[in-house]
Nanobody, 124 residues
Framework: QVQLVESGGGLVQAGGSLRLSCAASGRTVSTYTMGWFRQAPGKEREFVACINWSGRDTYYADSVKGRFTISRDNAKNAAYLQMNSLKPEDTAVYYC?????????????????WGQGTQVTVSS
């Protein structure tokens, strides 16, 4: 089993930045896809970004492309989401997820493990 714990959320003004971290434990996730999703109140959980097992390949939702950067450190068994130029519409609970497949995965149903989420609130 893999446990994922997100951190780094908080309240920030529009235009600001936050860096989310996802710490994995239980087993190594170095061969896993790592992804970030978010869920705003009253909305479905949506894909934000993913990174393949090696970190070479990444994929982003159009809404965050050019503003967010996903990365990973396999030596630390962790993944990150750098969020810049934040907008009020980025306000949501952000979830880290891991998929055993290792490639680029955008569908939440494909992910095997999930964290509990961290709140990000962007004020206007």
């Amino acid at each position: 089993q893999v446990q994922l714990v997100e951190s780094g959320g908080g309240l920030v003004q529009a235009g600001g930045s936050l860096r989310l971290s996802c710490a994995a434990s239980g087993r190594t996730v170095s061969t896993y896809t790592m992804g970030w999703f978010r869920q705003a109140p009253g909305k479905e959980r949506e894909f934000v970004a993913c990174i393949n097992w090696s970190g070479r390949d990444t994929y982003y939702a159009d809404s965050v492309k050019g503003r967010f950067t996903i990365s990973r450190d396999n030596a630390k068994n962790a993944a990150y989401l750098q969020m810049n130029s934040l907008k009020p519409e980025d306000t949501a609970v952000y979830y880290c997820a891991a998929d055993r497949g290792g490639g680029l995965v955008v569908y939440r149903e494909m992910y095997d493990y999930w964290g509990q989420g961290t709140q990000v609130t962007v004020s206007s």
